[in-house]
């Protein structure tokens, strides 16, 4: 025997805000698990953290992205002092979420192109010379990123029927 959720079930699922916090906080836990797993077996870094919390943005309120960016900030810096990466890391995220009501079209093409540019932002304000230390770069940032980006949304977009 089956067990199915209708369409309207779905949606009461995620209605709490406690709920949609704890569904961004695991989804956040495991992009943040890919990219530790992704830097120790492939030596390089994606930012999927970064990448979850452009796609989170475009599904939960400013108060529940304000404590996913915080948390992300706690777990990315190491050190005591204040940097401009993490400077980054926190305002693009909230420039999604400060703008998504005025993004046009369809929102997977959107997705795309906000997580593309997120990640091509951040490492153009913080590492510059990505782009000229070897070609092969950034490719090898940017297609995973937009990869998880496309699986993450789609999957959320399911669920919030959004």
């Known amino acids: 025997m089956k067990f199915q959720f209708s369409g309207r079930e779905k949606i009461k699922m995620f209605e709490g805000s406690e709920k949609r916090m704890g569904l961004g906080f695991l989804i ?11 830097l120790l077996v492939f030596d390089f870094k994606v930012d999927f953290i970064l990448v979850s919390l452009i796609v989170l943005a475009l599904f939960l ?23 401009l990466e993490i400077l980054y890391f926190l305002i693009i995220p909230m420039v999604v979420i400060a703008f998504r009501r005025l993004l046009p079209g369809k929102l997977g093409v959107t997705n795309f192109m906000l997580v593309l540019l997120g990640v091509m ?3 153009t304000f913080s590492n510059f010379s990505i782009f000229f230390s070897r070609a092969v770069n950034v490719p090898l940032v940017s297609v995973p990123a937009v990869i998880f980006g496309s699986i993450l949304f789609f999957g959320l977009r399911r669920l919030f029927r959004f």
Request: aromatic fraction near 28%; charge should be negative.
């Open 28 to 38: 956040f836990s495991l992009a943040a698990m890919l990219q530790f797993w992704f």
């Open 61 to 83: 309120s400013f108060e529940e992205m304000i404590l996913l960016v915080l948390a992300g900030v706690w777990l990315l810096n190491w050190q005591r002092s204040f940097s």
């Open 121 to 123: 932002l951040f490492y």
